[in-house]
């Protein structure tokens, strides 16, 4: 019984300990004029836009990106060093999963769609008439190849 009681207090110490180092963190609450973009890395074709909304892609830790495509890019098929969640924000897209266009699997996605992707999947994005914003979640660091 001693042994139930103690494991017990040590949970209870343990959850209480995760959540008052959660609650140390502040709380990010952004509108849209407050997300600021920015020209993205070099590793991004010419006129792609980023902006990041949460944490650093580049260190350990969760992060939160939007990549803004205009219309008539391509993000051409690369990997990336960990799993990635892309959600479409706005706009429309064809995402391709392979490594080229000509042998991917492909979705048209449009506001709301979502995309999960394993470490070293190969993928692509290509925009058409339309420009398109998509949110990327993961957790760094962040490596595309």
């Not at 709380?27 to 004029?33: G, P, R």
């Not at 990549?67 to 990336?80: E, K, N």
């Given at each position: 019984?001693?042994?139930?009681?103690?494991?017990?207090?040590?949970?209870?110490?343990?959850?209480?300990?995760?959540?008052?180092?959660?609650?140390?963190?502040?709380?990010?609450?952004?509108?849209?004029a407050q997300i600021p973009w920015q020209p993205a890395p070099a590793d991004f074709p010419s006129g792609i836009k980023i902006s990041y909304v949460y944490g650093n892609p580049a260190h350990k830790g969760p992060f939160v990106i939007r990549v803004w495509m205009p219309p008539?890019?391509?993000i051409a098929p690369h990997t990336h060093s960990m799993d990635e969640t892309l959600t479409v924000v706005s706009g429309q897209f064809t995402h391709y999963v392979g490594k080229t266009y000509d042998t991917?699997?492909?979705?048209?996605?449009?506001?709301?769609?979502?995309?999960?992707?394993?470490?070293?999947?190969?993928?692509?994005?290509r925009t058409t008439d339309h420009e398109a914003i998509v949110e990327v979640v993961g957790v760094g660091p962040f490596g595309m190849t």
């Amino acid at each position: 019984m001693k042994l139930v009681k103690t494991t017990l207090a040590i949970g209870v110490l343990t959850f209480y300990g995760c959540l008052s180092s959660y609650a140390a963190e502040p709380a990010i609450v952004l509108d849209t004029a407050q997300i600021p973009w920015q020209p993205a890395p070099a590793d991004f074709p010419s006129g792609i836009k980023i902006s990041y909304v949460y944490g650093n892609p580049a260190h350990k830790g969760p992060f939160v990106i939007r990549v803004w495509m205009p219309p008539h890019s391509a993000i051409a098929p690369h990997t990336h060093s960990m799993d990635e969640t892309l959600t479409v924000v706005s706009g429309q897209f064809t995402h391709y999963v392979g490594k080229t266009y000509d042998t991917s699997e492909t979705k048209e996605l449009t506001a709301g769609g979502f995309v999960h992707l394993p470490k070293n999947i190969p993928h692509a994005l290509r925009t058409t008439d339309h420009e398109a914003i998509v949110e990327v979640v993961g957790v760094g660091p962040f490596g595309m190849t």
